[in-house]
T-cell receptor, first 113, second 113 residues
Framework: SQQGEEDPQALSIQEGENATMNCSYK?????LQWYRQNSGRGLVHLIL?????REKHSGRLRVTLDTSKKSSSLLITASRAADTASYFC?????????????FGSGTQLTVLP | EPEVTQTPSHQVTQMGQEVILRCVPI?????FYWYRQILGQKVEFLVS????????KSEIFDDQFSVERPDGSNFTLKIRSTKLEDSAMYFC???????????FGAGTRLSVL
């Protein structure tokens, strides 16, 4: 099954605008995380939201989680050119040892100056 | 800030050859992981390692793959006989106790010719 599918696949906005990316998943989860990847680089953890949380903020980031719909959204406010990157959601399954991360296919965000 | 380091950044090898990818996780972390990302595709989990043994592995991690923590700092991924389809970025990650926030290295690009 496909876990952690993001939409849109690509998003292009002007600097200063907000960017919203969505993620859907299929299994029961312990938590959901968002990671960022600059081209050709490793993944950088942005924010984690637990399965019993509905919303979380960190700086310009706002994450929501709806476990009934098995979906999450990442909002980046007041975007900057430096936010240009790929953004991935990743889930930790609630079954088993729950430490492996299952990544989505990502949203490529381009912020135009 | 502590970081995960991976060497080499790029490895070119002939099909059928053995390769060893090296990683130095964050020093006080207890969980270690390998992921791979084929160009243009999702990041895929390969294996996790805890307390000197494999704790989880995916179906990708077949008999051609092995991991080792030969000393207190290094964590290696060995591919015994590389295939063309092993060409990918390989990411090492580590995490501590508690929340499963994983810290990724910059990756090793493996090119199998």
């Amino acid at each position: 099954s496909q876990q952690g599918e993001e939409d849109p696949q690509a998003l292009s906005i002007q600097e200063g605008e907000n960017a919203t990316m969505n993620c859907s998943y299929k299994t029961s989860i312990n938590n959901l995380q968002w990671y960022r990847q600059n081209s050709g680089r490793g993944l950088v953890h942005l924010i984690l939201i637990r399965s019993n949380e509905r919303e979380k903020h960190s700086g310009r980031l706002r994450v929501t989680l709806d476990t009934s719909k098995k979906s999450s959204s990442l909002l980046i406010t007041a975007s900057r050119a430096a936010d240009t990157a790929s953004y991935f959601c990743a889930t930790s399954d609630s079954s088993g040892s729950a430490r492996q991360l299952t990544f989505g296919s990502g949203t490529q965000l381009t912020v135009l100056p | 800030e502590p970081e995960v380091t991976q060497t080499p950044s790029h490895q070119v090898t002939q099909m059928g050859q053995e390769v060893i990818l090296r990683c130095v996780p964050i020093s006080n972390h207890l969980y270690f992981y390998w992921y791979r990302q084929i160009l243009g595709q999702k990041v895929e989990f390969l294996v996790s390692f805890y307390n000197n043994e494999i704790s989880e592995k995916s179906e990708i991690f077949d008999d051609q793959f092995s991991v080792e923590r030969p000393d207190g700092s290094n964590f290696t991924l060995k591919i015994r006989s590389t295939k063309l389809e092993d060409s990918a970025m390989y990411f090492c990650a580590s995490s501590g106790q508690g929340e499963n926030i994983q810290y990724f290295g910059a990756g090793t690009r493996l090119s199998v010719l």
